[in-house]
């Protein structure tokens, strides 16, 4: 009885227009197509509900959001060193990350949740930057439709 409720229900999600959430991973690089300590790929569009999987494939990383650069409600975070991060994201909008010891190297960013709501901001966050950092978050700010 519960296995004809579960495929009812999973029936009517899809007739629905419920699409799963997907997972994205991005890796936390020393070296990548964009030279050296970078997210990859330092761009990433997602759906509300979809999962960021940072991984960490090098260690001495870790995954954290840029002052000023998320959607309205959403929590800043931080990851531990050398260690994963999952990042459920729920709102619309940019979400800036960085690698903490490694920003001002230029590894930082960009996941952009539906709608870019909070444009003006992370722009101006952007902006705000300085070197590598600022260069490579206005090139991905560029990509935002």
């Known amino acids: 009885m519960l296995a004809k409720i579960l495929t009812v229900s999973s029936l009517l999600a899809l007739v629905a227009g419920v699409a799963p959430a997907e997972t994205i991973q991005v890796q936390l690089l020393n070296k990548g197509a964009q030279g050296a300590m970078v997210f990859e790929p330092a761009f990433v569009t997602a759906a509300p509900g979809d999962v960021i999987e940072f991984i960490a494939t090098d260690k001495g990383h870790n995954v954290a959001s840029i002052d000023g650069m998320l959607p309205d409600g959403v929590e800043p975070f931080e990851s531990p060193m050398g260690q994963g ?34 444009l003006d901001a992370a722009t101006a966050a952007a902006e705000a930057l300085r070197g590598k950092a600022k260069t490579r978050l206005v090139e991905d700010l560029a990509q935002v439709q």
Do not use: F, I, R, S
């Open 85 to 118: 991060y999952t990042l459920t994201v729920d709102k619309e909008g940019l979400y800036g990350v960085k690698c903490t010891p490694h920003a001002g190297m230029g590894m930082v960013g960009l996941v952009q949740v539906g709608a870019a709501a909070n």
